[in-house]
């Protein structure tokens, strides 16, 4: 049964994942375009969302720990297109999108509020959260939070940009 925090991050992530989608809504055709000359295509947009390949929420959650904290150096540029990628529909890439938000939330439901405080040194979140020991909490918080909703306008830009009207 999910905890008072886990059901609140599923709020957030339902939240993330609507902007995400409304500004993907009708998007196949530009899935290789961007809003600028030098800027991320939509393609490299969500997949930089879907992290590297194989990535899976499960293993990585499940490596938190409450001592000996495992490290994860998370490169704020990585886009992570590969050939098998570049293949991809953009119905593809969502639904890869949403299993991995469905795996993600499943192995949280399984925690308990002593399991969510287990962290993990994240580097990156010292720039932003003042802290790079982050807790599950606070890791998928700022991933659906920020990350997500900072990519959904970045979507928004390429939609205004191939003359689509605004996601509503």
């Known amino acids: 049964m999910?905890?008072?925090?886990?059901?609140e991050l599923k709020t957030k992530s339902e939240v993330a994942w609507a902007n995400l989608s409304?500004?993907?809504?009708?998007?196949d055709a530009y899935l290789d375009r961007a809003d600028a000359?030098?800027?991320?295509?939509?393609?490299?947009?969500?997949?930089?969302?879907?992290?590297?390949p194989g990535f899976d929420p499960r293993t990585v959650l499940a490596s938190f720990a409450h001592r000996d904290l495992p490290v994860f150096d998370v490169k704020a540029s990585d886009t992570?297109?590969?050939p098998d990628r570049e293949r991809m529909s953009l119905d593809e890439i969502m639904r890869n999108l949403e299993t991995q938000r469905h795996a993600l939330f499943a192995y949280l439901d399984e925690l308990d509020?002593?399991?969510?405080?287990r962290k993990a040194t994240i580097p990156l979140f010292k720039q932003f959260m003042g802290t790079d020991?982050?807790?599950?909490?606070?890791?998928?918080?700022?991933?659906?939070d920020y990350h997500w909703h900072d990519h959904a306008s970045q979507i928004a830009k390429i939609r205004?940009?191939?003359g689509l009207p605004e996601a509503k």
Do not use: K, Y
């Open 37 to 52: 000359p030098g800027e991320w295509t939509m393609r490299e947009v969500l997949c930089h969302l879907m992290f590297e």
């Open 113 to 117: 509020e002593g399991d969510l405080g």
């Open 22 to 27: 409304r500004q993907a809504s009708g998007m």
């Open 160 to 162: 205004r940009a191939v």
């Open 2 to 7: 999910a905890t008072q925090t886990v059901t």
């Open 80 to 82: 992570h297109v590969t």
């Open 133 to 144: 020991e982050i807790p599950i909490p606070m890791f998928v918080g700022a991933m659906f």
